[in-house]
């Protein structure tokens, strides 16, 4: 069994970069990449971790599941990631996920009270 190779910001780049309307910026001195303009993954500059956007329950659960290579970095909505520990295969899930939940658009808002009717 041959080792695996060890990703890098590269391939996360990669990934991101293939999503529709994904686009690499920066903000508070790191790269990030962004869908319609709304970050879903930062770069911090030390280039061996991501940070994610996620839905509180799978920041949770990967957290529980492997505290060694997932933790929270930012109250149950983004998830860190060591690229020395997860899989092509995973690592292009949790990039897909996070593009999905900054790509959805969400629900129109509710007016209070209903406009007249005549």
Known sequence: MSPRRRLTLSDVRKI????PETAEGSHMGHADLRVRNKIFAGL?????????MATPENVDA??????????DVW????IGVRL???????LRE?????WRVRATKPAPRRRS???RTR
């Open 16 to 19: 991101a970069l293939a999503l």
């Open 44 to 52: 911090p500059n030390d280039g061996r971790t991501i940070n994610l």
């Open 62 to 71: 990967l957290v529980a599941a492997d505290p060694d290579t997932f933790r």
């Open 75 to 78: 109250g149950g909505r983004w």
């Open 84 to 90: 020395d520990r997860v899989s092509l295969k995973q």
């Open 94 to 98: 949790l990039i897909e996920d996070a």
């Open 113 to 115: 009270g209903s406009p």
